[in-house]
């Protein structure tokens, strides 16, 4: 298969880091919205499960964060996750943006064959 002009795919990836670098949890989609972030709580849950910790996850203002399915998604974890909002439009204050931004800058004329293919590719 060979990568043709105009079929530019998007990948959102949701992810967390723990404090003193013990762990991450990052969940790649093809879309950003309520589902997928849905997905990336599920996977703090098992997480969380594993540790035994409370969680503080920092958001942006984010549709998909934002939206009535996530905010009781949030809501339903109120026991160990301790969400902090950020201020709209200022992705300079989650440190998470700094290593998102090699993907963004350098890796957007990235070709593959397929979804799975790119991901893997700017990530080694």
Same mark, same amino acid.
């Given at each position: ?8 795919? /998007? =990948?959102? =990836? ?27 709580? +599920? ?11 409370? =969680?503080?996850?920092? %958001?942006?203002?984010? &549709?998909?964060?934002? &939206?009535? =399915? ?5 809501? +339903? ?10 201020? /709209? ?9 700094? +290593? ?14 397929? %979804? /799975? ?8």
């Amino acid at each position: 298969m060979l990568p043709v002009v105009g079929t530019n795919r /998007r =990948v959102t =990836v949701f992810g967390s880091v723990e404090a003193l670098g013990r762990g991450r949890v990052e969940v790649m989609c093809e879309g950003q919205d309520s589902a997928c972030f849905s997905r990336c709580l +599920e996977v703090l849950d098992r997480r969380r499960r594993e540790t035994g910790r409370e =969680v503080f996850l920092v %958001l942006d203002n984010g &549709s998909c964060h934002t &939206s009535k =399915v996530s905010r009781a998604a949030l809501a +339903e974890r109120g026991e160990w996750l301790h969400v902090i909002w950020l201020s /709209r439009y200022s992705p300079h204050l989650n440190l998470k943006e700094r +290593e998102w931004r090699y993907p963004k800058r350098d890796a957007r004329s990235h070709l593959a064959d397929g %979804l /799975r293919e790119f991901v893997d590719g700017i990530l080694a």
